[in-house]
């Protein structure tokens, strides 16, 4: 009995841990969607503090964002992840995903974004959204300072 519930933590933490270290890309998909995923990545560490933060951009867009402490940068690979959403058709669509952390994660998200995406320039690269026809993703990544990075997806229409 004790072996099955050690061999249930093991494949517990892994695949917990795994979930994490994958890139989720969140343009093109619908609040509630975002908003469960949020919810996700908040339920896997027990911190009371992380909630989903709604806000509103200066252009009256919906804004989700959730936020990570610093001791727990290494669990998620970032302190920060902000969805910008757009109103189509009477629901909610993220157009822009802000990811920032530490300078020391952001070969976690150039190795993806590399593997994934096609060089338009430096610093871009894009792609085909895999699930919407006539639309792009496109990624961009910036070094903030010596210490900092930012990675961010955009919603484009395609050429």
């Known amino acids: ?6 061999a249930l933590f093991l494949f517990t933490s892994y695949t917990s841990f795994a979930q994490i270290d994958s890139v989720y890309i969140l343009v093109g998909r619908g609040e509630k969607n975002i ?13 009371p503090y992380y909630k989903i933060k709604k806000s509103v ?26 969805a910008i959403f757009q109103r189509m058709e009477g629901k909610e669509y993220c157009i822009d995903q802000l990811i920032s952390g530490d300078i ?26 895999p699930d919407i026809v006539g ?6 990544f910036n070094k903030i300072e010596d210490d900092y990075f930012s990675v961010i997806f955009s919603l484009r229409e395609a050429k």
């Not at 989700?64 to 290494?74: A, I, K, N, T, W």
């Open 104 to 129: 020391q994660y952001a070969n976690h998200y150039l190795s993806f974004i590399k593997d994934n995406f096609k060089s338009i320039s430096q610093n871009t690269w894009e792609k085909n959204h």
């Open 1 to 6: 009995m004790n072996k099955v519930l050690v």
């Open 57 to 82: 951009t200066p252009q009256g867009d919906l804004s989700l964002e959730v936020e990570f402490s610093l001791e727990d940068e290494s669990y998620y690979k970032c302190t920060f992840i902000m």
């Open 35 to 47: 908003t469960d995923y949020f919810n996700f990545l908040n339920s896997q560490k027990n911190n």
């Open 135 to 140: 639309l792009k993703i496109v990624a961009s």
